[in-house]
């Protein structure tokens, strides 16, 4: 049996993009998805473009604005940071051409179990093959195949219901993009007091539109029955039909999973390993940065004499989540569970204040840029900018999520 150097389970973008990066670092890679790396991915994705890592990822951008906004407490809050949307099929290719440039295969089937040896591991697959890797990297998404992490009791989940096409008039100005738009004044009263959801929508350039009513999150997630009853509302008070469905986005995932045990002998990436950002729900432009830091860890570690799944995997893991990343994870699941608590109004007197404060110290919130002293001082600052109304759920909030806070400081998973 050919023993490589990693297996990489899992080809959605996360894996794709460990993968080729894997590859970059000069390892044998071998892929194993559940269905063909080449099966056009559903979803969209959307990144800042300061944050793509080269700047040949340019090119798997689709459609760019420079023109971003935020609605909220009645206010239009130009962003002037320039925001993209993958093209999917060019974001998979040019990952897919990557990979096979320094050698990766991709083999299809389900991953059922794995086997650790002292030098390397097996996957086996539902269908009895079996596979060997000096690492195995799970990256299978949100319930991976192999990774084992603690039960989580209570996951808030981001919920949207998303429509793109063509409409009797433009949902939003040309040449627009709207980050959020958490304007309630089409809801009914008794509407006002359910978990509240904002627009998300951009002109897509031909006459198409991208319009989706996502729910930030909630436990459990929104119904998308509610998310698109919502949608059709809106558009309905401004006067706008739906006249030509070219896709539907149905979306929910989760935002706070606990992280999977990091002493086991396999490494994770995007979902698996809870990478996602608890305040936002951002990953694959985080996959991306991530990505080659990670495979120069497991890289050098599988180059030392007597190198083991295990000490590979710790490594990766350690690159992954430094001390320091484990503090700011804390802190931002602290903004989530902050977040969750608001109605319509403190939510959007929240944004209105986060979008004020200084432009690096935002950008970097949303970004995971900062530094965990940085992270904890605007976020100070940013407790003190908001109204009385917000400060007070942001109290309510230390006090049940105290915990959350003990460990940002002591640095726990």
Known sequence: MTVEDVLVVGAGPTGLAIASALSDAGLRVVGLSATAPTKPWQNTYGVWLDELPSPELLA???????????????????????????????????????????GVVWHTGVAAAVEHRVSHSRVSTRDGRVFAARLVVDASGHSPALLRRPVALRVARQAAYGIVGEFSAPPVQPGHMVLMDYRADHLAPEEQHEPPTFLYAMDLGGGQFFVEETSLAHVPGVPLSTLERRLR???DSCGVAVRRVA????????????????????????????????????????ALRRAPEVAQAIAQALGAAGATPLSAA??????????ARLRRRQLYLFGLASLMRCNSATIQAFFESFFSLPRHEWT???????????????????????PGS????????????HALLRRAAFGQA
């Open 60 to 102: 798997t951008v689709g459609c760019c604005w420079s023109d971003v906004v935020v609605y909220a407490a009645r206010r239009t809050i130009p962003l002037r940071r320039e925001y993209g949307l993958f093209d999917n099929r060019r974001l998979q290719q040019h990952l897919l051409e990557r990979g096979e440039r320094g």
């Open 233 to 235: 509302r809106r558009l």
């Open 247 to 286: 896709h539907i986005e149905r979306c929910l995932f989760p935002m706070n999973n606990p992280l999977p045990y990091l002493d086991q002998p396999l490494m994770g990436f995007g979902g698996a390993a809870s990478m996602v950002h608890p305040p936002s729900g951002y990953m694959v432009g985080k």
């Open 314 to 323: 710790r490594a990766g893991w350690q690159t992954l989540w430094s001390p």
């Open 364 to 386: 970097g919130y949303l970004s995971d840029t900062l530094s965990t002293a940085e992270l904890a001082r605007t976020m100070l600052r940013l407790f003190v900018r908001v």
């Open 390 to 401: 917000v400060r007070r759920t942001l109290i309510a909030a230390a006090g049940a999520e």
